[in-house]
């Protein structure tokens, strides 16, 4: 089978499509021909080396990824062949707290991800996909989509009426404000784009803020309402933005910590949290019961999560650069052709 590793070291000049063995299914397992991949934030940072310098290479990269089983090893149950399933983010993950063992289980490191033909994962490690998703769509769900449903739904409790502040338009923050519609909330986004802030609209935002304009956007928020400020923050730009968070955020509201785009160290005032009652909450992606809550949330909604462009296998270093421009509204999705 072909794939796509990082080889001898890191870095987008170290990326190269290979030949491997075709995989076999043991006991428990299954074989999959992968049809689509799609990258995050987090595979670009695997590949320069900046998300963990000792992880052994050569490595396979990407966590989202959706496949067609080929083949079941012996004492299947969960899955059949010709079954369409995404594969999880933290395969051993199924349903609880966060351990170790669970959070060290993820695709595209330290375990081998989706840019490759053929995966082999254990029958615990995969989700059915809802039908009505293409390829591409179904295979930005594992991480980034996750990652947004966890923030809002399950973390978040979101309840129609409340009011969510974005950050950003990529895979993560789109996957959010299309939940955050699905649920009858209300969404203000903030991109460095007015381009990007009028797709976002069209897609039901109800203000938007460019960030580059208006840097002390939280004021601006608080503004927009009425004072209050918002009841959910989805935080994904880290060191820069935090502050701006913690100001645009309402008295006991809700801050998921979930990206550091721009920097991993923050100085805030502790008692803008405390005072203000402000929750918190730190995310990490998500196990593998929450992945089936949301993808019968997206079959009953038929929502679609937004691709922003395809590219093909050997294309993968060109899809990773296109992703470091930051040009990408939603997600840059890979199809895998299968044989
Ligand atoms: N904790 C977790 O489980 C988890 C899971 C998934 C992702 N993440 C993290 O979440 C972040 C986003 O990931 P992603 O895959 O969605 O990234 P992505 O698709 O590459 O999107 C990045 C977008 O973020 C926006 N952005 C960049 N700097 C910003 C800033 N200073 N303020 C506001 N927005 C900014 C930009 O939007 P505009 O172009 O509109 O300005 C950019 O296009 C990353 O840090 C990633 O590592 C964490």
Wanted: glycine share 10%; proline share 4%; net charge negative.
């Amino acid at each position: 089978m072909r794939a796509v590793e990082i080889r001898d070291a890191f870095g987008l000049d170290h990326l190269a499509v290979v030949e491997r063995p075709d995989p076999v299914a043991g006991p428990g397992e299954v074989l999959l021909a992968m049809r689509a991949a799609a990258l995050n934030y987090r595979d670009l940072l695997m590949v320069r080396g900046l998300y963990n310098r000792r992880q052994p290479l050569p490595l396979i990269p990407c966590s989202d990824g959706v496949g067609e089983v080929l083949a079941t090893g012996h004492g299947v149950t969960r899955v059949a062949v010709g079954d369409r399933v995404c594969v999880t983010f933290a395969q051993r993950w199924i349903a609880g707290r966060p351990t170790k063992d669970r959070i060290r289980s993820t695709l595209g490191g330290p375990l081998d991800g989706t840019l490759a033909e053929r995966m082999v994962l254990s029958e615990d490690g995969v989700v059915a996909v809802p039908e009505h998703l293409s390829d591409e769509e179904a295979a930005t769900l594992p991480c980034a989509a996750l990652t947004a449903w966890n923030a809002l739904v399950t973390e978040g409790h979101l309840a129609p009426g409340e009011i969510v502040l974005i950050q950003g338009t990529g895979g993560v923050s789109l996957f959010a404000l299309q939940l955050a519609v699905l649920a009858g909330a209300r969404a203000i986004v903030i991109s460095s784009s007015d381009e990007k802030l009028e797709r976002a609209r069209a897609l039901g935002a109800e203000a938007g803020i460019n960030y580059r304009e208006t840097p002390e956007w939280g004021a601006r928020v608080k503004e927009l309402t009425g004072g209050v400020g918002v009841d959910h923050v989805l935080e994904v730009g880290g060191a820069e933005t935090l502050k701006q968070s913690l100001q645009a955020v309402r008295l006991g509201g809700t801050v998921s910590l979930i990206g550091n785009l721009s920097g991993t160290t923050a100085e805030v005032a502790l008692t803008s949290i405390f005072m203000q009652r402000v929750r918190l909450q730190g995310i990490l992606v998500g196990d593998r019961e929450s992945f089936e809550a949301m993808n019968r949330a997206l079959a009953a909604a038929r929502l679609r999560p937004i691709v922003d462009r395809t590219f093909r296998l050997e294309e993968a270093r060109t899809a990773f650069e296109y992703l470091a421009e930051g040009k990408a509204f939603g997600k840059v999705a890979i199809a895998i052709a299968t044989v």
